[in-house]
């Protein structure tokens, strides 16, 4: 992922993401008391593997990829996700959409996004359980989950729209 900014002529980035760190948030921070807790929730995700498809890079304070709408594979995950951490007692009140932030703290600032030459197909096929370590901000994984293989009804049509929609939708997606 982190070829993207250069294809885009972006290459002197800010503080840009070890690829290591590269991630999709599905829940709030939760306080260490909480982790048995966090860890049985992680045990009883269920939810398939899913493809997020990139079609965007957003430049504003924050370089981040963007996905046209929202993934049924996404939705149902975080729905799992909020759903098992609620059953722990553990609150999650975000509104968690599918990007991946590249680089924080850019050289500059452009309102809009800027449509990808070609759509970055991104496989979630686990759940991790992490905990942040600064200086420099890392993280590192307590625990992890796979998820399961998905339908292979879902892996086809997924093919076929990734081929052949979305590469013709991103023609017509304008700088905005």
Do not use: K
Not at 67 to 72: L, Y
Not at 89 to 110: E, K, M, R, S
């Amino acid at each position: 992922m982190h070829a993207v900014l250069p294809s885009l002529g972006l290459e002197t980035g800010g503080e840009r993401w070890p690829a290591a760190n590269l991630h999709q948030s599905l829940s709030t921070d939760c306080p260490a008391r909480h982790e048995q807790a966090l860890r049985r929730a992680l045990g009883r995700i269920r939810a398939p593997a899913f493809d997020l498809v990139f079609n965007r890079v957003g430049l504003g304070d924050r370089w981040v990829l963007r996905a046209r709408g929202t993934p049924d594979g996404f939705a149902r995950l975080l729905a799992e996700t909020r759903a098992v951490l609620q059953a722990e007692g553990i609150a999650c009140h975000t509104g968690h959409t599918p990007h991946v932030t590249l680089c924080y703290a850019p050289p500059f600032v452009q309102d809009g996004t800027r449509a990808l030459a070609s759509p970055i197909a991104w496989r979630v096929d686990a759940v991790e359980l992490v905990v942040a370590a600064t200086h420099p901000y890392r993280y590192r994984t307590l625990a992890r989950q796979p998820l399961a293989p998905p339908p292979q009804s879902e892996l086809f049509d997924a093919a076929c729209r990734n081929r052949f929609s979305d590469r013709q939708r991103l023609q017509d997606i304008p700088w905005h």
